[in-house]
């Protein structure tokens, strides 16, 4: 499979625990994004890197949340000090700079925090 | 902030019927509005899109309609079929090169057969 992968597919912690997610992008992909999603609602925006470089980060990434790209290939997603409002579906997509547009996404990381 | 407001939150028709869904944003400046369709425990899949320049676009039976002065854009699907049913999710993106995604909040489409 040569498409966006995320591992792990689920997670359960209990509050307060540190969680590490990790995203593939496609090969050749040097835009890479990372979007969370709560049941019954849309994908909400949380950063995007090109290459290594963090360009944008939301407001809804509090500073329990850290994201890095160090060799712009795959990236990581941390929550530190999980709270049980962090429950959701983690995504991650990618794309070429020239092609924003096209958006690939993984299959998402599933996050259950008790 | 950028918004985008989807509606209806849930649509239930008939096999070969059409189905309508309907979004609005609030950033003037967007210029690229996707479409989304994400199958229970899947990841979203990109159905059909649509840039500021055009007025409409169609794939077989998928369309999508723009209306910038309104700023609102809809997703028709004609002959609907039980494979249709889904959750489906408009988006739009804003002006620079950032590529970030507002998403509206999903329809559940469900296709009776």
């Known amino acids: 499979d040569t498409g966006v992968s995320q591992d792990p597919r689920h997670k359960i912690t209990k509050r307060g625990q540190n969680v590490t997610f990790r995203c593939d992008p496609i090969s050749e992909h040097n835009r890479l994004y990372w979007y969370r999603q709560t049941l019954g609602q849309g994908p909400e925006f949380l950063t995007y890197f090109q290459n290594e470089a963090q360009l944008e980060k939301s407001r809804l990434l509090s500073d329990r949340f850290s994201a890095e790209r160090p060799k712009g290939s795959f990236s990581t997603l941390e929550i530190q000090r999980t709270e049980q409002g962090d429950s959701a579906m983690y995504l991650c997509a990618s794309s070429l700079p020239s092609t924003i547009w096209s958006q690939y996404f993984g299959p998402g990381t599933r996050l259950t925090v008790l | 902030g950028e918004n985008v407001e989807q509606h209806p939150s849930t649509l239930s028709v008939q096999e070969g019927d059409s189905a309508v869904i309907k979004c609005t944003y609030s950033?003037?400046?967007?210029?690229?509005f996707p479409w989304y369709k994400q199958e229970l425990g899947k990841r979203p899949q990109l159905i059909i899109d649509i840039r500021s320049n055009v007025g409409e676009k169609k794939d077989q039976r998928i369309a999508v309609t723009l209306n910038k002065t309104a700023k609102h854009f809809s997703l028709h699907i004609t002959e609907t079929q039980p494979e249709d049913s889904a959750v489906y999710f408009c988006a739009a993106m804003g002006s620079g090169n950032t590529g970030k995604l507002i998403f509206g909040q999903g329809t559940t489409l469900q296709v009776k057969p």
């Open positions: 950033d003037s400046a967007s210029n690229y």
